[in-house]
């Protein structure tokens, strides 16, 4: 989607009004609201400790109610599901989806027991950072419970598997109604089709310059992309648009993750939670530190560590 246009509008002012499915933002009281935090595996926990630390130093009206969970268990245990019903916010690091042996992917379990049915991901330019293309600003948001998400799969004879793509009219319209509403409220000009979103949004991400400025992109490929993932009545925000390196033991050992994905996204998240000046705050302070280039992972060309970069944030805090 890109920017602003007086013709979208007019398209969708007769629709503007009914919000049975589309989630909205809930008015904020000022009061400090509670978040469950799942760490994840690998460098989740290195990651989403640097959110806890930047919050922390901010003073940021959120206090976590931080849960165990891996990507080899069989399911999210239920006090974490009845944590994040309660609170509506879920802040995540990555899970590893395990290959084979029929374990079924806890991220998927997540969207489907909590219905977060839009997946919006954010690709963007960040000043300071050198890109092939400039300006770029897109929003994917894709629909996350059908389709390949169905999980219907069997082997039909050994080494022939067949997969069943579901879709429904239902579901096909609700992400529709979802995707023209965030256009309408926050002034993009075009919609995209529906196709297969979770290509077409690492594929933004790379003309944005990189999978959400992320642990283990390749070096002059930099970006920024933030992502959450949403439903009528839960969201859960987490980093960039591909969580492929949360099993690098490499980046992990060398305690040089990338938090800057899942710091704009944690601030994506004080923004949902009706925190604005919060969100602009950490927001200033990461794009003050990329733009100083002073301070900067291997993925962008540096040498400094996960702490090193959280420092920084913290000490551009306004």
Known sequence: MARRSSVLPLLLRSQVWRRSVTYMHRPGNGRPRPVTLIPGDGIGPMVTGAVEQVMEAMHAPVFFEKFEVHGNMKAV?????????RNKVCLKGGLVTPMGGGVSSLNVQLRKDLDLYASLVNCFNLPGLHTRHHSVDIVVIRENTEGEYSGLEHEVIPGVVESLKVITKFC???????????????NRKKVTPNLYGNLI?????GIAGGTGVMPGG?????GGVRR?????????????????????????????????ALLLSSAMMLRHLQFPAFADRLETAV?????????????LGGTSTTQEVVDAVIDALD
């Open 201 to 205: 949004a690492n594929t933004a991400a």
């Open 287 to 299: 794009e003050k530190v990329i733009l100083e280039r002073r301070c900067r992972t291997k993925d």
């Open 77 to 85: 245990p239920e006090e974490v599901m009845e944590s994040i019903r």
């Open 172 to 186: 096909s319209e609700r992400i529709a109604k979802y995707a023209f509403e965030y256009a309408y409220l926050n």
């Open 228 to 260: 959450c993932n949403v439903g009528a009545e839960h969201a859960v925000f987490e980093q960039g648009a591909s969580a492929g390196n949360v099993g690098n033991d490499k980046i992990l050992e060398q305690k040089a993750a990338n938090p800057v």
């Open 218 to 222: 390749s070096r002059g490929v930099d």
